[in-house]
């Protein structure tokens, strides 16, 4: 008997207009479950639109999870769980900020109250920052979308935020789940012992360490290119260490940023980075169309698309999500769009770096001691 060959389909989205509506679709068709975690879920016009696929999916008998971050969605949860409630959703909310009382009964239940308030400060730091939507056990949407009306573009009554996520047909999700569930009922035991082998998904809930490892290994073994595009760059010294010996020994190292930033201060930051990598041979771009909020890594024929970022948090602390690229039209998809978001970007010199403001350059010093809660 012949084993079927499933076929690997793999579609980007840089747009934000057509990922919500091609995602919407797939809720609207979905036919047994639906897993979506995100960090971010405002309930403006776009983020109602979601609530009533999600809503009508549920009414029709397909198992919904909404896994909310507490910090992401603190203001949103609450309305959100009420809303979907009632047309028999469930909802969690991943580490509640401790002083949001009426959310703690939608974090892990079962614990003391005194527990489960012990838990929260602990973990006030930790966030579930991935955004990924698995469909009937076959779709999967990872990317840096979050539900949000800003990533549409300014026609549509966005902010124009600059994205990227795929939608994935034939992979085995079974990681997925594991981690999706760990986070719902937070309790890493869920996972099964596994070996390391993060060649489709690298998930962080567990291995930190070796992923990052792994990432410096595949940084030091490039021969032709390291293109980055991340929203927040605030590297940590393995990183940076890395990045200017590459740039050293002769390798294409181009670094795409935001010139406006979410997070106001996050480019006073990164800035503090930009004279070093500038002399070792590195080139640093700065997008000026919207707001890049976009986290991409490309070495040599080895490319990520997902929600980690290039700074502590991400590597230490908050849930990521990345999908390695396969086929290899994705790739040049990848690529193309990378080189098109430089057209739209403006290239720094060192001559740039002294016409800072001083007091921005100082500001960005002084955010480094803080950086491990950027």
């Given amino acids: 008997m012949s084993q079927q060959i499933v076929k690997i389909k793999e579609t980007v989205f840089t747009e934000a207009g057509e990922y919500y509506a091609t995602l919407m679709q797939d809720i609207e068709q979905s036919a047994s479950h639906i897993d979506f975690e995100t960090y971010i879920f405002d309930l403006d016009s776009l983020g109602r639109k979601v609530v009533e696929h999600l809503a009508r999916a549920s009414r029709r008998g397909v198992a919904v999870r909404l896994l909310l971050d507490g910090a992401g969605s603190s203001e949103s949860s609450g309305a959100l769980a009420r ?84 939608r994935l047909e034939g992979l085995d999700i079974e990681h997925l ?40 290994k595949r940084m030091a073994q490039t021969r032709t290119r390291i293109w980055i595009t991340n929203a927040y760059f605030v590297p940590i010294a393995s990183i940076l260490r890395y990045l200017k010996k590459a740039a050293r020994r002769g390798v294409d190292v181009r670094i795409l940023l935001p010139g406006n930033s979410d997070m106001f201060f996050m480019t006073w930051a990164s800035a503090v980075f930009y004279q070093a990598l500038l002399k070792t041979g590195v080139r640093i771009y700065e997008y000026t169309d919207g707001v890049l909020h976009a986290k991409i890594m490309i070495l040599d024929d080895w490319i990520t698309v997902g929600s980690s970022n290039l700074d502590y948090l991400s590597f230490f602390r908050n849930l990521e999500a990345e999908i ?15 080189l098109n978001d430089l057209t739209h970007a403006e290239e720094l010199t060192i001559d740039d770096c002294p016409q800072r403001p001083w007091w921005r350059k100082l500001f960005g010093h002084l955010l480094l001691y803080v950086k491990r809660w950027l």
């Fill in 83 to 166: 809303q979907l409630s009632d047309a028999g959703v469930q909802v969690r909310i991943y580490h509640p900020l401790p002083w949001n009382v009426r959310h703690w009964e939608l974090a892990v239940p079962r614990l003391p109250w005194l527990t489960k308030l012990q838990r929260l400060f602990s973990s006030i730091h930790s966030r579930n920052h991935r955004k990924i939507c698995m469909i009937d056990h076959r779709l999967v949407w990872v990317g840096s979308f979050n539900v949000s009306q800003l990533h549409l573009s300014a026609a549509q009554g966005g902010m124009d935020w600059r994205d990227t996520a795929l």
């Fill in 177 to 216: 789940l594991y981690a999706f569930n760990s986070a719902w009922d937070n309790d890493r035991s869920l996972i099964p012992r596994q070996i390391f082998s993060p060649m489709t998904f690298r998930l962080n809930h567990m291995h930190r360490r070796k992923l990052r490892l792994d990432l410096l």
């Fill in 324 to 338: 390695v690229i396969s086929l290899t039209q994705t790739k040049k998809t990848i690529e193309d769009q990378f």
